[in-house]
């Protein structure tokens, strides 16, 4: 496609130099791709530069000038692997803009996405962070993440291929439609590379574990009119386990110590106080020798009597998948003359990967085989060898199933993108550019879970009739003889498979889009032309999500029916959308621009969204040459996640503190007595037990609407010295959101209490509104007083609704430096700095809106910093980087001494991370790097409020795999 060059720049020297490095290849002390083009930059005749214009993430309208109206951060090739990052997805986690409170991946071994990564911009959610392939949309990963929300798991996108990537921050759905809200990340592939570059990576860590290694191959060539690249990549890397981490390999490493209790792993609790023991003991202890098989260890406890259980089984987990995948790429253009081209892309990426939870946990809460008279599901059963109401809890060991990835789940994953166009150009003043473009993604995940009916026969046995809790006969309670002898005696590994399953998930998604493009210069106003772009989208989503069948609880219990999991339901469903939009440039004087955009889409699925009508203004003002001051107002929407609206029935088991009983001191409280959250939070507590959260799709949610402002400035300062900042604020309204459990459980216990955790008044009456709502959506069972069953919840409903209102706003700000000495090299400095000014948010129309900045229970830092140095010289290269997360609230969010005497605050102190690399070019063909990842082997945010195992949240920032190394050799021929 001819392209023009006809506008001059005469910018500072460092926003050519940002222009430049958009255009020309990254420059880096290791050897990289010749590029077959000629360099973009020209001098003329009386010195000015002349660039050729491109399209930057954030407008369609080409343009020479990088920074626009809204902030865009620019990461090349070369700075994601001077960093010391492998993957694009593990360099996205460390931006500024970012948060890691919506970190998936390995560190949620037990989460819904363990195999995917997400970016989240401005903490709203990754659904709200659109990310674009070479700015089309690619397929959504098929399993939803956190069990709810469509995303796009950057994992997937091979690093072989990858140039650069945009990010814009702020809405911009008036040039992208949907999800625009927090900003666009745009993955820049590779276009223009001449010759063949082979590159070996390999690594290990310094604790053990997650020895890896990664081949690329990429190439490119070119004739008088064609041009074509292609990459092969193949990555494998080992898994890392709790046990390889000292402090995550016993319990008693945690924060309590050596007055950490074993965990319950071999135990029959007692449902109600009889002779033979008080409520929530241990009805059968096996005695030494049988503990001493199974390798526990024997306490006797006020709360639980005398039992044995491991200190160690947790670490048998891993905290690093295990996996590897391949991937290959190629890009073609053809000129089939100056003013019409023709080109296309293909992306296959395979992936397999592996997550353990090292154990298999079986016990009597969720097993459907056991039911009262009446048919409900009970945990309890009465035992004539206990004299009464048993509860049973077993956790089989890594020995017991055959080994830690006995109990490993298999991930296999398939995607790929194509696209083919044409572009060209209309006279001297349009260029025009029509696509199609298709992407599929196809998962399956093959869990191992126990057979319900057949490990209940196994302990148990037959049922020998109906008891009332004392024994009397014709009771509610099912009556069975626990098997001691299989009780006490570890399993084979051929008992276990004679009683376990595969459970198969499978996902698919696709997506399909149509894009027709025309841009130019519309005509000349005195201070310049007017430039303009104008777009016509269509585009077709579908999704079909598939729970193993036997998941389903509506099917009728049998042979097959799978112990303590539920379905996730099945979703299905398609969605048509068409969009048209308009974007102009508008130069007022030769100092001012303004920028206009509008966008209209139209949406043909179940939803009540139908359409949706988005706008945004910005102003580009440089009084001066090297100063840049700039704003934008911009309106965005988000249509309801696939996800939302066409699940039939989303369910899950998960572990609750019940509030209310721990704080009142009733039902499983009752033993105990009046306690604190913190006091309550601890290892075998009898208010922390399994319970149901159901959740479905909502055809009737309406899309979210949002409204975003920035405003800032660019100065070049120096010659080779920038500095940015720039306020942003964001308002959403309507978000479609589900009501956390934990929100749930502790405003439940506010409404009925009237009192805060803190013993302050709760500003809502029991009777308002707001708290029959909340109320209504946690479901308890009637029991017995005094039993464990006693007021127990059954079911919490973590509801889809539209949120009233978030409200958040920040500033960020840069700094860039350039420094080149005689004698010492070339210095270049980077430093990104994010900070959250407000955070406010209410939940519900009529609430107040709060501010949650400051709040300790919110887990996402209020400021994050990234920041790099970097050196060369000749052939020597070097980069310190590293990245700060700020301070975040405790797990108790207030000030206090665990039981251990270990004080904590309500905050704990901000987490730093470095990477340094040094690189040396060898001769013209050969180049070594070697990567120190996180050299201060710092870990995690010591906790002494946190006393459940791993003792930290990994959401708050954490990198428990520590110090790892990597050495890559490049060779270019």
Known sequence: MAVRTNIRFTRSPLTLALAAAMLLPAASAMA???????????????????????TVVGSRIKRVEIEGPAPITVITRADIEREGFQTVGDMLQTLTQNTTSSFTGDLAVSGFTPNAQVVNLRNLGPGYTLTLVNGRRPAQYPQPYNRDNNVVNVKAIPSSIVERVEVLTGGASAIYGSDAVAGVVNIVTRENIDGHNLRLTVGTTSAGGGDRGKLEFSGGASGDRWSTVYALQYEKWDPVFASQRDFLSDTRRGPLGSITNPALSLIAIRGNTRPGGAVNTNAFYPGQAACDAFGYTTVTTATRGTYCGSFTQPASRSIFNAGSNYSGYINGRFDVSDSLQFFGDFTYYHADGKSSSGTEFWGTSGDRFLTTSSGATTSLYYDPQAGGLLQLQRVFNPFELGGNEAA?????????????GANGTLG??????????????????????LLAKAVHDYFLGPQQGWASSTGVAGGIYPVYSLNLARWYAPITPEIYRSFATRVINRGETSSSNFNFTLSGDLFDLPAGPLGFAAILESGTQET???????????????????????SSGRTHGTRDRYAAGVELNVPIFSKLDMDIAARWDKYDDITAVDDAITYNIGLKYRPVDSLLLRASYATSFRAPDMQLVYAEGAASYSTVLDEYSCRSGTGLGLTTGPRTRTQCNVTNDPTIYQAQTLIAGN????????????????????????????????KLADQATQLSSAYLLENEANCRLGVKRDGTAFEHEA?????????????????????????RISRINSAYINAALTDTSGIDASWKYSLTTDRIGKFNFDVGYSLMLTNKYKQFDTDPLVDYRNDPIISDQRSRVRGSIGWS??????????????SNGSFAAVNGVNAAGGAYSSRLEPYMLYNISLGKRINENLSLMGTVVNVTNNTFRPDNSNTGYPYYDYTIGADPMGRRFTLTAEYKF
């Open 32 to 54: 990289q791709d010749q590029s077959s083009d000629k360099t973009d930059a020209t001098a003329t005749q009386d010195g000015t530069k002349t660039l050729d214009q491109v």
């Open 408 to 420: 490993t789940t298999l991930y296999d994953e398939n995607t790929y993108n194509a696209t083919i």
């Open 428 to 449: 001297d003043r349009f260029d025009w550019e029509v696509s199609y473009q298709t992407s599929r993604y196809e998962y399956t995940a093959d869990r191992p879970r």
């Open 544 to 566: 079909d999500l598939k729970s193993d069948p036997r998941l389903d609880q509506l099917r009728p219990i049998d042979a097959g029916t799978v112990y303590n999991l539920t």
């Open 699 to 730: 055809p009737l949610l309406k899309e979210e609407e949002g409204k975003s402002f920035t405003a800032g400035f660019v100065w070049d300062v120096a010659d080779n010295m920038s500095v940015s900042i720039d306020y942003w604020r964001i």
């Open 767 to 791: 009777s308002s509104a707001y708290c029959q709502n909340i109320t209504s959506l946690i479901t308890r069972t009637v029991g017995e007083p005094g039993s464990s069953t006693d007021n």
């Open 873 to 886: 010289l000749n052939t020597w290269s070097a980069t310190l980087f590293g990245t700060r997360y700020g």
